[in-house]
């Protein structure tokens, strides 16, 4: 989704003729999801892996155009940041090894990838907010050289007319603003890519919508920001609102936030989803191609929808590919980063089999949770992680109560195996990662919950906390380039 432009400056003819492409492409794909047999294919997994880079004290380093040309692998992708990068890794089938395989590869691209760094005095941390980050680490000096960046700064602020606020409570709650939007690469996470066929889409993305909030609270690994200590999982509040254009105002409407949750449950099609990226959302690279046909190539290529899809944040994405004869996505985007290869993987079982696992009881669940309430869970999860309280749906309801998500999550493992098993993913492996999550929610524990009580057990014995911070960085990062689950992590 991080497709490159050729670049920064555009027409108001620009954006004209973009938004007419828009047009003509939905109904592209419109006339792609009436066809018989689209889209159907093997369910596979891919995913991104978003990273930091830090020096031996632990500070960021702006080093990452230097390490991706010298680690030469073409899945190394630049990010907004000058010290982070991602990993675009392999989509593997899931009935033939696909979540072993991603670890696996994770594992070895890491691997590979810190040799590199130590050449250079850096080293790769894969974390969803760097506790050691400063004010310093921000501005437009941080921006990495990239037309598409460049760009996207210059639309954010020309939108927003003025500073973004960042407003975030919890135990040390966090005010300021900013004049950029490079607040945006504190964030890093773990994207998950599963493949679904067409006639179950539906019934699919709204059950990964209902049960993000699950998967997200036990996925937590980002407590704070600049020594505050915030959200469970801070990166949720603050990706939304370091590029936020909106200006509020409670006596008029508004328009929606780039970064969301969603806006609703989707009913009949699919096709839905991408319509309302385009009906919601105004352009922001409004980059053509002047040689080329609106819609081209079978299946066609969509290039403006894909380029506009890219400048929409909801926390979970439809993505349409035109390899392999055309087929769609769901891209999941709240896990952060870390703490290990196994528990990201773990995290992403969880998020795919709890998806698959319930969407044949939609029907009979979405009366029972109106939207608002699947997005009231989102953000409770984010904010309190498994201490959360939810609004869980049961058909035979009458009426609303909150119930603990430990309690929701334990009833809801054999179902995530379920989901995996109907999928073709073998029983080893969905011991193998389900057995970690089941041992983590027996003792509470996610990548925040861990970093909070490190840090909790070094000021306690007098550090300051900037060195306890940095002593919590050095740890994590000795036992995540082990990968050793952190299930099996000792309590500091």
Known sequence: MGIEISKTQFSDEDFRRFSDRLELQLDA?????????????????????????????????????????????????????????????????????GLRATEEEIVSKLAGLAVVAAERGAHIVPIGILPT??????????????????????QLLKWRGNAFRIDINGSEPLQLAMTDITLEGANT??????????????????????????ALAMSANSPGLFGHQLWEETRIPLFKQAIDTRHPDRYHWSAPARVSFGHGWIRRSPLELFRETVCLYPPLLPVCDPASDAVRGVP??????????????????????????????????????????HDMVAGAALTIGLAVGLRDEMQALLPALPFHLAEYNFYRAAQFGLDARLVWPDPRQRGLQERPLPDILRELLPVADSGLASL???????????????????????GARWQRACLEKLSSRGVDKRLALAGVLERYRELSAANLPLAQWPAS
């Open 300 to 341: 066609p290529d969509l290039a403006e929808l894909r380029l506009h899809q890219s400048t929409v944040w909801p926390w979970n994405r439809p993505v349409y590919d035109d390899a392999d004869g055309g087929h769609l996505r769901m891209e999941a985007r709240a896990n952060p980063a870390g703490p290990t290869a």
């Open 133 to 154: 980050l400063t004010g310093d680490d921000f501005g437009e000096h941080c921006i990495t050289e990239r037309q598409r960046y460049y760009a996207l700064v210059q």
């Open 189 to 214: 996470s773990f994207q998950v890519h599963l493949r679904v066929d067409p006639d179950v889409y539906v019934d699919t993305f709204n059950a990964l919508q209902m049960t993000t909030p699950l």
């Open 424 to 446: 073709g993913v073998s029983r080893e492996e969905r011991d193998r990662y389900l057995a970690s999550i089941d041992t983590r929610l027996s003792r509470k524990l996610n």
């Open 29 to 97: 794909l419109g006339d792609c999801l009436e066809r018989p047999g689209f889209g159907v294919g093997s369910p596979s997994l891919g995913s991104e892996l978003e990273l930091y880079i830090v020096d031996n004290e632990g500070r960021a380093l702006h080093c990452n155009e230097a390490l991706r040309e010298a680690a030469a692998d073409p899945q190394l992708t630049l990010e907004l940041n000058r010290y982070n990068l991602e990993y675009n890794l392999s989509p593997y089938g899931l009935a033939d090894g």
